[in-house]
């Protein structure tokens, strides 16, 4: 069964708009979550995390938001460039010190 | 550093062969995890090291799966024999602990089996 889920499998937004990518989670262990990005051909890349104890945590046009009680998370990307378009994967961790387990990701098109 | 580094990147293997898989991770990183890529489970870990002691491997999906850390610097995932439902991308990643910190994934061997 999966403890984290991308509902969506894939997300067409233009550029310069918002890009809003969606992730729920099942296990009220999880206490760190973590999105990654993936292009063709290449590894997983770290793009941004939270704690649990924080409900926002922005890096640049990167902005991550988390609701525990609904056990939801989102990535929001703004403006969107067609540089980032990829595969976004939604992970999460419990305590800190285990394994990352991830959703079945969400393929990014922004379209110029 | 040059990363985690795996090879072959790509490999092709009638059924029934034996795969071996091999991963390099970053020097000084105590954790080495073996993830599998597919379109169906996304990306579902099979096992992890931690000071080269394997410490989980319930993700192995079956005994036709094995893996070693010899050393520090070296790791394999072997599969015998192989099906086509292995057919996947399987990744390598490294950490400095047993945590999500640091997380570094190698590039991948995408693997086919005909």
């Known amino acids: 069964d999966q403890q984290v889920k991308q509902n969506s499998p894939s997300l067409s937004v233009q550029e310069g708009r918002i890009s809003i990518l969606n992730c729920d989670y099942t296990?009220?262990?999880?206490?760190?979550f973590l999105w990654y990005k993936k292009y063709p051909a290449e590894g997983p890349t770290f793009l941004i995390s939270i704690s649990s104890i924080k409900d926002k945590n922005e890096d640049g046009r990167f902005t991550v938001f988390l609701n525990k009680s609904a056990k939801h998370l989102s990535l929001h990307i703004v403006p969107s460039q067609p540089g980032d378009s990829a595969v976004y994967f939604c992970?999460?961790?419990?305590?800190?010190?285990?394994?990352?387990?991830f959703g079945k990701g969400t393929r990014l098109s922004v379209i110029a | 550093d040059a990363g985690v580094i795996q090879s072959p990147r790509h490999e092709v293997t009638e059924m029934g062969q034996e795969v071996t898989l091999r991963c390099k991770p970053i020097?000084?990183?105590?954790?080495l995890f073996w993830y599998r890529q597919t379109m169906m489970r996304g990306l579902e870990l099979l096992i992890y090291f931690n000071n080269n002691v394997p410490i989980d491997d319930s993700g192995m999906p079956e005994d036709r799966f094995s893996a070693k850390m010899p050393n520090a610097s070296f790791s394999t995932l072997k599969i015998q024999p192989s099906e086509p439902r292995d057919s996947a991308v399987y990744f390598c990643?490294?950490?400095?602990?047993?945590?999500?910190?640091?997380?570094?994934f190698g590039s991948g061997t995408r693997l086919t089996v005909v």
């Open positions: 020097s000084g990183h105590n954790s």
């Open positions: 992970a999460a961790s419990e305590t800190g010190n285990t394994p990352l387990v």
């Open positions: 990643a490294s950490s400095p602990d047993r945590g999500w910190y640091g997380y570094t």
């Open positions: 296990n009220s262990m999880f206490d760190y």
